[in-house]
T-cell receptor, first 114, second 113 residues
Framework: NAGVTQTPKFRILKIGQSMTLQCAQD?????MYWYRQDPGMGLKLIYY???????DKGEVPNGYNVSRSTTEDFPLRLELAAPSQTSVYFC?????????????FGPGTRLTVT | GENVEQHPSTLSVQEGDSAVIKCTYS??????FPWYKQELGKGPQLIID?????GEKKDQRIAVTLNKTAKHFSLHITETQPEDSAVYFC????????????FGSGTRLQVQP
């Protein structure tokens, strides 16, 4: 299993541009999450999904959108990029069964908006 | 919502010494408490977790303790090694709704050889 994969690893955007961060998992996990990590800080939840076709906002959703058309993929869309969106973005997935809460993280996408 | 505070923000120890990192949480409904290790340029990796029906859990050189009454939990690393140097995050979650993690702000552990 590849686990959770993210592309691209790095990206520089100009203010006002848009882009999609890709996330895929091959563990058949129902739950998927997007977090952002600012320098010296913990991770904050942007959006999450409990299954294909179901998404909802986290703590810091403004400026982002998501979709979940399949169990495997959970892309994050940035519209009209702003300097405040400069951050490292992590995607994670988690199984749904029973009391299993473990979240497995991808390697991250480092985004700079200038 | 949940709030998780983590201390200290940095910790430097000599190789072979023990390291302790402490976290407090605010939501009494939280019942799952994982610890993640993050190495430079990588995603967080789960190293140990504990659920609210357990007071202590150990895995080789690492252990986690939980005090539900006081709403705090701690990570203990014994016989530290240079490869333990990393940023450690605590987190909390409940089994309702989104099951998302609320993270502490992290502790940078430096193990001096």
């Amino acid at each position: 299993n590849a686990g959770v994969t993210q592309t691209p690893k790095f990206r520089i955007l100009k203010i006002g541009q848009s882009m999609t961060l890709q996330c895929a998992q091959d563990m058949n996990h129902n739950y998927m999450y997007w977090y952002r990590q600012d320098p010296g800080m913990g991770l904050k939840l942007i959006y999450y999904s409990v299954g294909a076709g179901i998404t909802d906002k986290g703590e810091v959703p403004n400026g982002y959108n998501v979709s979940r058309s399949t169990t495997e993929d959970f892309p994050l869309r940035l519209e009209l990029a702003a300097p405040s969106q400069t951050s490292v973005y992590f995607c994670a997935s988690s199984p749904r069964q029973g009391a299993a809460y473990e979240q497995y993280f991808g390697p991250g996408t480092r985004l700079t908006v200038t | 919502g949940e709030n998780v505070e983590q201390h200290p923000s940095t910790l430097s120890v000599q190789e072979g010494d023990s390291a302790v990192i402490k976290c407090t949480y605010s939501d009494s409904a939280s019942n799952y408490f994982p610890w993640y290790k993050q190495e430079l340029g990588k995603g967080p990796q789960l190293i140990i977790d504990i659920r609210s029906n357990v007071g202590e859990k150990k895995d080789q050189r690492i252990a986690v303790t939980l005090n539900k009454t006081a709403k705090h939990f701690s990570l203990h690393i014994t016989e530290t090694q240079p490869e333990d140097s990393a940023v450690y995050f605590c987190a909390a979650s409940s089994d309702t709704g989104r099951r998302a993690l609320t993270f502490g702000s992290g502790t940078r552990l430096q193990v001096q050889p």
